[in-house]
C-alpha cells in the first residue's frame, strides 16, 4: 500500500525553472529586495524543484542564486531562505558540521539528525558531508565526543538499521529479556547490550519488544532509561525509543522545546521546520495538538515576526486550532500512550530520606547553637533541616523543646526571614499540617490561588487528604470543605468539594466497567457544557487512577479522540484546568509535577510559593522523578533552572533538597 503524502510542501504544478529563476532575479535586482516574492516562490516549490531553480539561475544569469539571497537578505529569514535552497543531505551535513566546530558541541542537534533518518538517508548524508568538506563524517563526530554516547552515534552513522519490516517473535522476548537483564535486572548498566538492540533492530521489531519489555519490567523502556542511563547517553537512547515509537511525536516535542519559555532555538525550528515540510510534517502538527494547548501554527505565530515568521508558517501549511478537528493517526497515538501508561509501574524515589546515625538530641543542640547569640548560623540550620527525613524532623522537634523548653518552630520564625523562613518552616511541619496550611493560603486574603487548590487535591491520596482535612480542622478551627465551598463556586466548587472528600475508589482496573465510563463520557460530549461536565466530573473525581488510564484508553476507542482534547476544547477556566490536571496526573503524576515546577519558575518573576510547595511535598515522594520528567520536557535540569532563578540560604536549601544535577 503507498503511503499518504503527510508534508505541506509539494511539487508545484506547472513548474517552470526558468520562469522561476527571471522571478527571483526581478526580486533581487535594484535597491532593495521583494522579500513577499522569494518567500512565497521558495516555499510553495519542493527542494527537488529548488535545486533546478538553482541550475536555471547560473545558466540564465551566471550567478549563484544562493549567493544572491545571502546578499540580498538578512537575519533568521536569511538564513531560513538559504536552508530551504540546499539539498535535505547537505543541509543536514552542515547542521552536523556547525554542531561541532569550535568549543563545544551540540549534542542535541547530532541526536535529533541522527537518530531520526532513515538509512538512505544517513547514507546521503555521509556522501554529502565528504563532499562538501573533503571529510570522513564518522572520523569527525568520533573525535568530537566521548564514551557510550560516542558509540552509540557510530552506530547510528552506519546506517545499517534493518528496514526488512519481518519480525521474529522469539527474537522479541528474547530482546526484551536481554535489555531487561542489561539494565533493571542487576546493579549497574550493561550498556553496550542497549547498544546494540537499539541501534540495529527494525522499527517494527522493536515496537514489540518495547510491548514485551513493559509486560516484563511493568514499567516502560523510557523509564528504565531515565533511571539506568545519564547525561547526553540518556538524551540520545531515550530519542532512539521515541523515533521508534513515533517520530512525528519526537519532532513535535523538539518543535515544543525550541519556542517554549523566553527565546527562542531558531536553528532548532528552521532545521526542523524544513527536514519534515515534505515528509511528515501534518503528522507533526496533529502530535503537537495532541500535546500542548495550541497549534504548531499558533505556536510559531507568536513566537516570531516578519518575514522569518511568515515562511515558517507557509511551511507549517495550516493552522489546526482554526480546523478544529481530531485526526486518527494522532488517536492512534494516544490511545498507544494510554496503554503505556496503564502498563508502566514505575517506582517512585524522593531525593530526601533518613539521615544515616541520626541522634535528634544532637541536632536539636546544634539547631540552638546556630540561632543562640548574635547572628545565625543560616548554614547549620539548612544543612540539618534539609537532610533529616520529616519523621526525623519530627523528633527533633520534640527533643528541642525537651531539651531547651523552647519552640523550635517560633525559634526558626523569629532567626529566618523570606522565602528560606517559609522553605524551613515548611519542612518542618509535617506533610499534612503543611497541606493544611497550603490550602488556607491559597483560599486567605483577596483573589484565590486556583491553581495550588487543584495540585493539593488532585496529587494527595485519600489517606493524605483525610489527614490533611483533620490538620486543617485543628490548626484553624474550621472545616476545610467549607472553606472551600465559601471561596469558589459552580462546577469548579463541585469538583473540589469531590476530591476533598478523599474517597475516590482504590484497587484495580475493572474492565467491564471501565468500557462503560468510557462510553457514558463518550455519550456526554453531545450534552450541553453543563450536564457534560456533571457527568465528568462523576467518572473523573471518584474512578481510581488505575482505572482511569484504562477508561481514557477506551475513551480513545469510542470516540477517535483524546480525552485532553475533549476537556480542552469543550470546559473553560477553573473546571478545565481542574480536569486536566486530574487527567494529567492519571497519566504520568511526576510530569504534571514537573510541569508546575516549570511555570513556578519561568518567566520574570518567581512563584515561591508554588516552589516551595512542590520542593518540599514531593522531596520525600517522587521528586527525583519529577527531576527526570522535567530534564526530558524541558532540556535543563530542575538544579539549574533553580540555580538561575533563585539565590543566597534560600538557593543553598532547595539545591540540597533537589538532591543533584540530572
Same mark, same amino acid.
Given at each position: 500500500?503507498?503511503?499518504?503524502?503527510?508534508?505541506?510542501?509539494?511539487?508545484?504544478?506547472?513548474?517552470?525553472?526558468?520562469?522561476? *529563476?527571471?522571478?527571483?532575479?526581478?526580486?533581487?535586482?535594484?535597491?532593495? @529586495?521583494?522579500?513577499?516574492?522569494?518567500?512565497?516562490?521558495?516555499?510553495?516549490?519542493?527542494?527537488?524543484?529548488?535545486?533546478?531553480?538553482?541550475?536555471?539561475?547560473?545558466?540564465?544569469?551566471?550567478?549563484?542564486?544562493?549567493?544572491?539571497?545571502?546578499?540580498?537578505?538578512?537575519?533568521?529569514?536569511?538564513?531560513?531562505?538559504? %536552508?530551504?535552497?540546499?539539498?535535505?543531505?547537505?543541509?543536514?551535513?552542515?547542521?552536523?558540521?556547525?554542531?561541532?566546530?569550535?568549543?563545544?558541541?551540540?549534542?542535541?542537534?547530532?541526536?535529533?539528525?541522527?537518530?531520526?533518518?532513515?538509512?538512505?538517508?544517513?547514507?546521503?548524508?555521509?556522501?554529502?558531508?565528504?563532499?562538501?568538506?573533503?571529510?570522513?563524517?564518522?572520523?569527525?563526530?568520533?573525535?568530537?565526543?566521548?564514551?557510550?554516547?560516542?558509540?552509540?552515534?557510530?552506530?547510528?552513522?552506519?546506517?545499517?538499521?534493518?528496514?526488512?519490516?519481518?519480525?521474529?517473535?522469539?527474537?522479541?522476548?528474547?530482546?526484551?529479556?536481554?535489555?531487561?537483564?542489561?539494565?533493571?535486572?542487576?546493579?549497574?548498566?550493561?550498556?553496550?547490550?542497549?547498544?546494540?538492540?537499539?541501534?540495529?533492530?527494525?522499527?517494527?521489531?522493536?515496537?514489540?519488544?518495547?510491548?514485551?519489555?513493559?509486560?516484563?519490567?511493568?514499567?516502560? /523502556?523510557?523509564?528504565?532509561?531515565?533511571?539506568? /542511563?545519564?547525561?547526553?547517553?540518556?538524551?540520545?537512547?531515550?530519542?532512539?525509543?521515541?523515533?521508534?515509537?513515533?517520530?512525528?511525536?519526537?519532532?513535535?516535542?523538539?518543535?515544543?522545546? *525550541?519556542?517554549?519559555?523566553?527565546?527562542?532555538?531558531?536553528?532548532?525550528?528552521?532545521?526542523?521546520?524544513?527536514?519534515? @515540510?515534505?515528509?511528515?510534517?501534518?503528522?507533526?502538527?496533529?502530535?503537537?495538538?495532541?500535546?500542548?494547548?495550541?497549534?504548531?501554527?499558533?505556536?510559531?505565530?507568536?513566537?516570531?515576526?516578519?518575514?522569518?515568521?511568515?515562511?515558517?508558517?507557509?511551511?507549517?501549511?495550516?493552522?489546526?486550532?482554526?480546523?478544529?478537528?481530531?485526526?486518527?493517526?494522532?488517536?492512534?497515538?494516544?490511545?498507544?500512550?494510554?496503554?503505556?501508561?496503564?502498563?508502566?509501574?514505575?517506582?517512585?524515589?524522593? =531525593?530526601?530520606?533518613?539521615?544515616?546515625?541520626?541522634? *535528634? @538530641?544532637?541536632?536539636?543542640?546544634?539547631?540552638?547553637?546556630?540561632?543562640?547569640?548574635?547572628?545565625?548560623?543560616?548554614?547549620?540550620?539548612?544543612?540539618?533541616?534539609?537532610?533529616?527525613?520529616?519523621?526525623?524532623?519530627?523528633?527533633?522537634?520534640?527533643?528541642?523543646?525537651?531539651?531547651?523548653?523552647?519552640?523550635?518552630?517560633?525559634?526558626?520564625?523569629?532567626?529566618?526571614?523570606?522565602?528560606?523562613?517559609?522553605?524551613?518552616?515548611? /519542612?518542618?511541619?509535617?506533610?499534612?499540617?503543611?497541606?493544611? #496550611?497550603?490550602?488556607?493560603?491559597?483560599?486567605?486574603?483577596?483573589? =484565590?490561588?486556583?491553581?495550588?487548590?487543584?495540585?493539593?487535591?488532585?496529587?494527595?491520596?485519600?489517606?493524605?487528604?483525610?489527614?490533611? %482535612?483533620?490538620?486543617?480542622?485543628?490548626?484553624?478551627?474550621?472545616?476545610?470543605?467549607?472553606?472551600?465551598?465559601?471561596?469558589?463556586?459552580?462546577?469548579?466548587?463541585?469538583?473540589?468539594?469531590?476530591?476533598?472528600?478523599?474517597?475516590?475508589?482504590?484497587?484495580?482496573?475493572?474492565?467491564?466497567?471501565?468500557?462503560?465510563?468510557?462510553?457514558?463520557?463518550?455519550?456526554?460530549?453531545?450534552?450541553?457544557?453543563?450536564?457534560?461536565?456533571?457527568?465528568?466530573?462523576?467518572?473523573?473525581?471518584?474512578?481510581?487512577?488505575?482505572?482511569?488510564?484504562?477508561?481514557?484508553?477506551?475513551?480513545?476507542?469510542?470516540?477517535?479522540?483524546?480525552?485532553?482534547?475533549?476537556?480542552?476544547?469543550?470546559?473553560?477556566?477553573?473546571?478545565?484546568?481542574?480536569?486536566?490536571?486530574?487527567?494529567?496526573?492519571?497519566?504520568?503524576?511526576?510530569?504534571? /509535577?514537573?510541569?508546575?515546577?516549570?511555570?513556578?519558575?519561568?518567566?520574570?518573576?518567581?512563584?515561591?510559593?508554588?516552589?516551595?510547595?512542590?520542593?518540599?511535598?514531593?522531596?520525600?515522594?517522587?521528586?527525583?522523578?519529577?527531576?527526570?520528567?522535567?530534564?526530558?520536557?524541558?532540556?535543563?535540569?530542575?538544579?539549574?533552572?533553580?540555580?538561575?532563578?533563585?539565590?543566597?540560604?534560600? %538557593? #543553598?536549601?532547595?539545591?540540597?533538597?533537589?538532591?543533584?544535577?540530572?
Amino acid at each position: 500500500m503507498v503511503k499518504q503524502f503527510r508534508g505541506t510542501v509539494k511539487d508545484f504544478e506547472g513548474f517552470d525553472a526558468s520562469s522561476d *529563476a527571471q522571478t527571483l532575479y526581478n526580486a533581487m535586482k535594484g535597491i532593495g @529586495s521583494d522579500k513577499e516574492t522569494i518567500l512565497d516562490l521558495i516555499t510553495s516549490r519542493s527542494n527537488a524543484q529548488r535545486q533546478e531553480i538553482v541550475a536555471a539561475y547560473k545558466s540564465l544569469f551566471g550567478k549563484d542564486l544562493i549567493g544572491d539571497l545571502k546578499y540580498e537578505l538578512t537575519g533568521k529569514f536569511e538564513r531560513l531562505i538559504v %536552508c530551504l535552497m540546499r539539498p535535505p543531505a547537505y543541509h543536514d551535513a552542515k547542521e552536523i558540521k556547525d554542531a561541532i566546530k569550535g568549543l563545544g558541541t551540540n549534542e542535541k542537534c547530532l541526536i535529533e539528525i541522527l537518530v531520526s533518518r532513515n538509512n538512505q538517508q544517513i547514507h546521503a548524508l555521509r556522501d554529502a558531508y565528504k563532499d562538501a568538506y573533503g571529510r570522513d563524517i564518522e572520523a569527525d563526530i568520533v573525535s568530537d565526543t566521548s564514551g557510550h554516547f560516542k558509540k552509540m552515534l557510530v552506530v547510528l552513522l552506519q546506517g545499517t538499521r534493518d528496514e526488512s519490516g519481518v519480525v521474529h517473535a522469539d527474537l522479541v522476548e528474547e530482546d526484551a529479556k536481554e535489555l531487561y537483564a542489561a539494565g533493571e535486572e542487576q546493579w549497574g548498566t550493561d550498556e553496550a547490550t542497549f547498544i546494540m538492540i537499539l541501534g540495529n533492530r527494525s522499527v517494527t521489531h522493536l515496537q514489540m519488544v518495547f510491548d514485551e519489555y513493559e509486560k516484563i519490567a511493568e514499567k516502560s /523502556l523510557e523509564d528504565s532509561i531515565k533511571s539506568e /542511563l545519564s547525561g547526553d547517553f540518556e538524551r540520545l537512547m531515550l530519542a532512539v525509543v521515541q523515533c521508534i515509537r513515533s517520530v512525528p511525536m519526537f519532532f513535535a516535542k523538539r518543535l515544543y522545546k *525550541a519556542m517554549k519559555g523566553l527565546g527562542t532555538a531558531d536553528n532548532t525550528l528552521i532545521r526542523i521546520m524544513i527536514s519534515r @515540510s515534505e515528509i511528515d510534517m501534518l503528522d507533526i502538527r496533529e502530535c503537537f495538538c495532541l500535546l500542548y494547548e495550541k497549534s504548531l501554527y499558533n505556536m510559531i505565530k507568536d513566537d516570531t515576526s516578519g518575514e522569518y515568521k511568515r515562511t515558517l508558517l507557509r511551511l507549517c501549511g495550516g493552522d489546526d486550532d482554526l480546523a478544529g478537528e481530531f485526526f486518527p493517526e494522532a488517536a492512534q497515538i494516544a490511545y498507544k500512550m494510554w496503554e503505556i501508561s496503564a502498563m508502566s509501574k514505575v517506582q517512585l524515589k524522593g =531525593t530526601v530520606r533518613p539521615f544515616v546515625g541520626f541522634d *535528634a @538530641s544532637s541536632d536539636a543542640k546544634a539547631l540552638r547553637k546556630a540561632m543562640k547569640g548574635f547572628g545565625t548560623d543560616e548554614d547549620t540550620i539548612i544543612s540539618i533541616i534539609t537532610q533529616r527525613s520529616n519523621e526525623q524532623r519530627q523528633e527533633v522537634k520534640q527533643v528541642f523543646k525537651s531539651l531547651m523548653g523552647r519552640d523550635l518552630m517560633v525559634d526558626l520564625k523569629s532567626e529566618l526571614s523570606n522565602n528560606l523562613r517559609r522553605l524551613v518552616l515548611g /519542612l518542618m511541619m509535617t506533610p499534612a499540617e503543611f497541606d493544611a #496550611k497550603m490550602m488556607r493560603k491559597a483560599m486567605e486574603g483577596a483573589g =484565590t490561588d486556583e491553581h495550588s487548590l487543584i495540585e493539593v487535591l488532585v496529587t494527595r491520596s485519600n489517606q493524605e487528604i483525610q489527614a490533611m %482535612c483533620a490538620a486543617y480542622q485543628e490548626a484553624y478551627k474550621s472545616n476545610l470543605e467549607d472553606a472551600i465551598s465559601s471561596d469558589t463556586s459552580g462546577h469548579f466548587c463541585r469538583i473540589l468539594v469531590s476530591l476533598v472528600q478523599g474517597a475516590r475508589e482504590e484497587g484495580p482496573v475493572d474492565l467491564e466497567r471501565a468500557l462503560v465510563d468510557a462510553q457514558e463520557l463518550a455519550d456526554a460530549c453531545n450534552d450541553d457544557s453543563n450536564a457534560m461536565e456533571t457527568r465528568f466530573m462523576s467518572i473523573l473525581c471518584t474512578r481510581s487512577f488505575t482505572h482511569l488510564r484504562r477508561v481514557f484508553q477506551e475513551f480513545v476507542k469510542c470516540t477517535n479522540k483524546d480525552i485532553e482534547q475533549i476537556i480542552k476544547k469543550e470546559f473553560s477556566a477553573d473546571v478545565k484546568n481542574a480536569m486536566f490536571a486530574i487527567v494529567r496526573s492519571v497519566k504520568n503524576q511526576p510530569s504534571y /509535577l514537573a510541569d508546575r515546577l516549570y511555570k513556578a519558575m519561568k518567566g520574570l518573576g518567581t512563584d515561591d510559593r508554588a516552589l516551595i510547595r512542590i520542593m518540599v511535598s514531593r522531596s520525600e515522594v517522587d521528586l527525583f522523578n519529577i527531576r527526570k520528567e522535567f530534564k526530558d520536557t524541558h532540556d535543563v535540569s530542575v538544579h539549574d533552572f533553580i540555580q538561575s532563578d533563585t539565590s543566597g540560604d534560600y %538557593c #543553598k536549601a532547595l539545591l540540597l533538597l533537589c538532591g543533584g544535577q540530572d
